[in-house]
Nanobody, 118 residues
Framework: QVQLVESGGGLVQAGGSLRLSCAAS????????MAWHRQAPGKQRELVAT????????NYAPSVQGRFAISRDNSKNMVYLQMSSLKAEDTAVYYC???????????WGQGTQVTVSS
């Protein structure tokens, strides 16, 4: 069964840091780019960061560029999102997702809540 499981969310003060983790089942992990999305209350889901299968190319939303870093460890089937200089507007549920070869996000985790207090 294909699964993506996020962890690492929590409550943090503005200016602080958190690292999110996403554990992926092996059959899908090695075959696709991975991404983190987020969804704040009352807002549409937003793409935060992507990383290619080999981990060599990353992309970020302008709102997190320079503050967040996506990485992956293919030997452990893990994807990470290091978040620094957190702001209240970063508060959201963060989701890990796999992007297939057609650019569609076909597998999603259940999400992990990040709350940044100002």
């Amino acid at each position: 069964q294909v699964q993506l499981v996020e962890s690492g969310g929590g409550l943090v003060q503005a200016g602080g840091s958190l690292r999110l983790s996403c554990a992926a089942s092996g059959s899908i992990f090695r075959l696709g780019d991975m991404a983190w999305h987020r969804q704040a209350p009352g807002k549409q889901r937003e793409l935060v960061a992507t990383i290619t299968t080999g981990g060599t190319i990353t992309n970020y939303a302008p709102s997190v560029q320079g503050r967040f870093a996506i990485s992956r460890d293919n030997s452990k089937n893990m994807v990470y999102l290091q978040m620094s200089s957190l702001k209240a507007e970063d508060t959201a549920v963060y989701y890990c997702a796999r992007r297939d070869k057609l650019g569609r996000y076909d597998y999603w985790g259940q999400g992990t809540q990040v709350t940044v207090s100002s």
